[in-house]
């Protein structure tokens, strides 16, 4: 297990490290799980909320483990009324996903219909962080939890790391002594969808404060950080099921049975769009879901799930 004296020694090569995992990563999500150990922010009536939190270094356990990404896709398929929810293998690195090679040949030729049929794959990332100030939920306040959290954020986080502007200062986020508070704010914001408009979460005006220490006292640096949760089971291929799974409950969602990918694609047409209520949803559910707070509500719209 890694001490705290022995990542005291290591920070200076974290930021290093984590700039370049950012430049390889692509900004373009896991299945749903109720895990009291994830925070949220508190909204009002108007969907507005706000929190200052801290990042984390991570599990002392895990090595890089400052944010992991993860992807799933979560469609219905309005001709059969059937759910494919499910965790993407590209997550664990894997190029054997059935629906990524269902949507590479769909949308070869129609790449604005994958985003409106509600097929794209969704991206989540997951951190550990300390709660410092909780306004909605007074309760979570000097605690750490596991953080889940969409590209907006993940943007900023970047921009304290590489910053666009030589004016500012690059840092580490996720530093214990060399980080900052994030002021996380979160505001309502209307977003047109086939001609109408539907509001979703904004977190655009969420900033860092001013570079320093968690704490000065040593003593409650070390059991905040010997508190955090792992978070590469996330990523664990145990966790996840086989493309011949996955392929198993793609043919029931798309009612089909045997048939290649060639096939379903030919059978499907390329062109055929869903109801424009359906794709509303979808639309809504790709934005919302890839900045977390959102993922509840959406559930909450679809019928009760289908068992095959």
């Not at 991570?58 to 992991?68: L, T």
């Not at 989540?124 to 100030?133: A, D, G, L």
């Not at 404060?209 to 792992?230: C, H, I, N, R, T």
């Not at 790709?286 to 977390?292: P, R």
């Amino acid at each position: 297990m890694t001490t705290l004296a022995e990542y005291k020694k290591e920070r200076e090569a974290k930021l290093e490290n984590l700039t370049r995992k950012l430049s390889a990563s692509t900004y373009t999500k896991p299945e749903k799980e109720v895990d009291e150990t994830y925070w949220t922010p508190t909204k009002d009536a108007l969907g507005n909320a706000s929190a200052i939190i801290r990042w984390l270094p991570g599990h002392p356990d895990e090595e890089d483990a400052e944010y992991i990404t993860t992807h799933e896709y979560s469609w219905k398929n309005p001709e059969t009324g059937k759910y494919y929810i499910e965790k993407a293998l590209s997550s664990i690195g894997s190029k054997e996903d059935p629906m990524a090679a269902y949507n590479t040949k769909k949308y070869a030729t129609h790449p604005d219909l994958q985003r409106k049929e509600g097929r794209g794959r969704k991206t989540n990332h997951h951190s550990n962080i300390f709660v410092v100030k909780d306004p909605g939920n007074p309760e979570s306040e000097g605690k750490v939890f596991k953080f889940k959290y969409g590209n907006q954020i993940l943007g900023i986080l970047k921009e304290a790391m590489v910053p666009s502007s030589e004016l500012d200062t690059a840092f580490n986020p996720f530093d214990l002594y060399e980080g900052a508070n994030f002021r996380l704010i979160v505001a309502p914001k209307e977003v047109p969808v086939d001609g109408k408009k539907i509001t979703m979460p904004d977190y655009t005006r969420s900033k860092f404060e001013a570079v320093g220490p968690l704490f000065k006292d040593e003593k409650k640096m070390d059991a905040v950080f010997q508190s955090q949760y792992k978070l590469k089971y996330l990523i664990d291929p145990e966790n996840y099921k086989t493309p011949e799974e996955l392929r198993k409950r793609l043919d029931i969602v798309l009612g089909t049975s045997g048939s290649n990918i060639e096939d379903l694609v030919k059978e499907s047409g390329p062109n055929k769009s869903e109801p424009k209520s359906t794709r509303v949803i979808q639309e809504r559910t790709e934005s919302s879901i890839s900045e977390n707070n959102d993922e509840d509500q959406w559930f909450k719209d679809l019928e009760e799930l289908d068992t095959e």
